[in-house]
């Protein structure tokens, strides 16, 4: 059974910075991408970073650019988001996702996923 589990979410204030994990299991994700969604109450589930599948490529949404870190170890099956100078607007629900194909480049789609965990709250007070 494959799961992606994330952790490290939590209740920060503005400016802290937080560091998310996806562990996964059940498969390796060598040569898939692997990806952060985000979810604010009332809005739909947006893309925020990925990891290609040469796990060396990555993309970012504007508004994380130069805050958010997207760091992959393959040898431990497991993606991280380090977030810093967090603000009240990334307050969300934060989700790891990985793709099933083997596509190039860094898919920022949410249809491009087919692999996804539960979610972890991530709370900016300011």
């Known amino acids: 059974q494959v799961q992606l589990v994330e952790s490290g979410g939590g209740v920060v204030q503005a400016g802290d910075s937080l560091r998310l994990s996806c562990a996964a299991s059940g498969r390796t994700f060598n040569g898939n991408a692997m990806g952060w969604f985000r979810q604010a109450p009332g809005k739909e589930r947006e893309f925020v970073a990925a990891s290609g599948r040469d796990s060396v490529s990555t993309d970012y949404i504007d508004s994380v650019k130069g805050r958010f870190t997207v760091i992959r170890d393959v040898a431990k099956n497991t993606l991280y988001l380090e977030m810093s100078s967090l603000k009240p607007e990334d307050t969300a629900v934060y989700y790891c996702?990985?793709?099933?194909?083997?596509?190039?480049?860094?898919?920022?789609?949410?249809?491009?996923?087919?692999?996804w965990g539960q979610g972890t709250q991530v709370t900016v007070s300011s």
């Open positions: 996702a990985a793709t099933r194909g083997t596509g190039w480049g860094v898919p920022t789609s949410r249809d491009e996923y087919y692999y």
